[in-house]
């Protein structure tokens, strides 16, 4: 047989518009879930000026949530952790084979439900720093 | 297909881990960000503050737990989505072994974090 | 329209063998036979209501104005009843007779059709083109190509090998830890038990669920879903024993085995068989879980 021709995994994310419901929970649940752990290690490094000594704590804190970007970044991290937290339960039901015919609609849900959390959130964020 | 049982993953026990310290997550980080974004506010918060509540050993203890099952959640799925992606063979084992080290680093900082709040090692000098 | 390699040797030759004479008669009505299934397309397409694009991938490694894959377009006039694959063979019969694709039964028993579709995995010969467009009805254009995450071998025939692979690697046949005492003893099956495992014994080998997992596609050890599938029609049959059940689930419960699965649900979606394939995995994960705490 001649040489056969592999069109390589480029082409999937090209098709982002013919994707299921299931693989956008599965692409959305992977990309928070890196976000997560990349923060859990930068949290732990953030709270390691404790060892160092209260006021280095007191004041690296409040110093970074002076900054309104900082503000903003703590929505973002609200909104990947509801995400990952909704869809993972959702998961949890895939898991014990429960509701498996609203599969997709239960992801839709978690997609609405984070969206209201994270903007009935946003006032209580901001505040102070705004 | 594997012709050899690998340690790490004695048939599944680290997909079921992943759902129990699923479930405990659930939980715990919601209470963890309800506690210090709305009935405390991230930006008031003290080293004091901290103090006060790492010293009571029930939340002490629930944050040390918290610690421990959010790395391997999180580094867990790290690895399996790398392994979704591919990774085999010597490189596979050097992340699996990378990875080891790494979560215990995080947990081994953690835990001395928390003990510096809470007070139970010497402090340093405020 | 599609390329093709024009006869040259017609001019040259003036050899006399009778060998040689009957070829080239031959030749020469075959050409005269694609003519007139170029007319008669013509005729049809005037006379259809409907005309549809059919956009179809080409690729053929041994021709060289083939080697980059491309895209042929082919006017299909509809008629009523219409899928995919007679779309196809109507493109192949009436303009270009090198198209290659995959098909035998028609009747979606044979899973060699197994097509991507407007960018869904679907069997050429169960999809009406009506049901491609819109409420409306007939799309203007339906888009054929090989199915994804597989090395393509010509146009829209894919290298199954790595699928059989898979199949393989789960022991897919029925095989008793013992047989029945007499000599006409029956190796009989609950109607409850046939129940269970019937959805997973509908199976057809089409490859479109794997080729439409992301897991599979990224993972080349992954045993897939048609592969657990079948691993589950043998564990959960009765007639099988214990020991064998021990063995199939030692298998599939391997890295690359139910673990590997994120319950993705493409493969469940674009099944023609309608398996539950993802609940299925579930089922073999739950079995795996149970079976190792008992061994505590």
């Not at chain 3, 035998?104 to 995995?121: P, Y």
Request: aromatic share 10%.
């Amino acid at each position: 047989m001649s040489q056969s021709y592999d069109r390589g995994l480029v082409e999937d994310f090209g098709r982002w518009r013919e994707f299921s419901a299931g693989m956008w929970a599965w692409i959305f649940h992977k990309f928070t879930g890196w976000v997560l752990i990349g923060y859990l290690f930068t949290h732990i490094a953030v709270l390691s000026t404790a060892t160092v000594g209260t006021t280095a704590y007191t004041n690296t804190i409040s110093g970074l949530e002076s900054l309104l970007v900082v503000r903003f970044l703590e929505v973002g991290l609200l909104a990947v952790a509801v995400f990952h937290i909704l869809n993972g339960l959702r998961l949890l039901f895939v898991d014990l084979g429960v509701g498996l015919e609203a599969q997709d609609k239960s992801f839709y849900a978690s997609l609405v439900l984070t969206g209201a959390i994270v903007v009935a959130s946003v006032p209580t964020f901001l505040a102070g720093a705004i | 297909m594997a012709d050899y049982y690998s340690s790490f993953d004695p048939k599944g026990s680290r997909w079921m881990l992943q759902r129990l310290t699923a479930a405990f997550l659930v939980v715990v980080l919601a209470f963890h960000f309800m506690l210090l974004h709305f009935v405390n506010h991230a930006a008031d918060v003290t080293f004091m503050q901290t103090h006060l509540r790492m010293q009571q050993p029930g939340y002490f203890l629930t944050m040390v737990a918290f610690l421990v099952t959010a790395t391997f959640h999180g580094v867990n799925g790290v690895y399996n989505a790398l392994v979704n992606q591919g990774l085999d063979g010597t490189p596979k084992t050097v992340v699996k072994y990378g990875l080891v080290l790494a979560s215990l680093l995080l947990i081994a900082q953690g835990i001395r974090v928390a003990m510096a709040m809470a007070g139970f090692i010497i402090g340093p000098a405020a | 329209m599609s390329t093709q390699v024009t006869e040259q040797e017609q001019a040259e030759t003036e050899e006399e063998s009778t060998h040689q004479r009957r070829r080239l008669e031959e030749k020469a009505e075959r050409q005269e036979v694609r003519d007139r299934m170029r007319e008669r397309a013509e005729t049809d397409l005037e006379q259809a209501d409907t005309v549809f694009d059919l956009k179809v991938f080409r690729y053929d490694p041994d021709i060289p104005e083939k080697e980059e894959p491309r895209f042929d377009t082919f006017p299909v006039p509809f008629t009523k009843g219409m899928t995919v694959l007679d779309a196809l063979m109507y493109a192949r019969d009436h303009y270009d007779s090198s198209l290659t694709f995959r098909h035998s039964c028609r009747q979606a028993v044979c899973g060699s059709d197994a097509l991507f579709v407007n960018g869904t995995q679907h069997l050429g010969c169960k999809t009406q083109v009506v049901d491609l467009g819109d409420s409306e009805g007939v799309p203007g254009q339906i888009r054929v190509e090989p199915l994804p995450h597989q090395e393509v071998v010509k146009d829209l025939v894919v290298d199954m090998e790595h699928f059989y692979d898979q199949m393989d690697a789960v022991e897919p046949y029925f095989d008793a830890d013992e047989l029945p005492s007499g000599d006409l003893e029956e190796q009989r099956q609950t109607r409850e038990n046939r129940e269970k495992i019937k959805m997973s014994s509908r199976c057809i080998w089409c490859g479109a669920c794997m080729s439409s997992c992301n897991i599979a596609a990224g993972d080349n050890e992954y045993l897939g879903p048609a592969a657990i599938n079948k691993a589950y029609k043998f564990a959960m049959d009765d007639r099988e024993g214990e020991d064998r059940k021990q063995e199939r689930l030692e298998i599939i419960e391997q890295e690359h085995g139910v673990w590997r699965c994120q319950t993705q649900f493409s493969c469940t979606e674009v099944c023609p068989k309608d398996i539950p394939l993802t609940e299925h995995i579930q089922e073999l994960k739950r079995e795996a879980v149970k079976n190792n705490l008992k061994f505590w």
